[in-house]
């Protein structure tokens, strides 16, 4: 079994909003900027691709997901809470810097 990982995830609605404050804060929290995926899609669901393929494809029990503010993860409360719930089962950590 490999080493564990942190990763980030960092979302902006729009195409004029900027990663900048993000990228900024979970670089400080000390995740690796390769290990940062940067989306624009709204938050109303879960249909986003890169998110998915994070979820899908990068995490593994015992990684660490960063996220700078909750309502990068989503808009949904209860869908925000179905998905960390799916993660946790998953084995994986989640971070929220800015509660």
Request: glycine letters at 8%; aromatic letters at 8%.
């Amino acid at each position: 079994m490999g080493e564990s990982k942190v990763y980030g995830y960092a979302r902006v609605s729009t195409q004029e909003q900027s990663f900048d404050r993000q990228i900024q804060a979970l670089e400080k929290y000390g995740v690796n900027s390769r290990d940062i995926v940067m989306e624009k899609q709204s938050g109303k669901d879960f249909n986003r691709p890169l998110y998915q393929n994070l979820k899908e494809n990068m995490l593994r029990a015992g990684d660490t997901l960063v996220v700078k503010e909750l309502d990068r993860l989503g808009r949904d409360m209860e869908m925000i809470k179905s998905e960390w719930q799916y993660l946790i089962d998953k084995g994986v950590n989640i971070i929220i810097l800015d509660t």
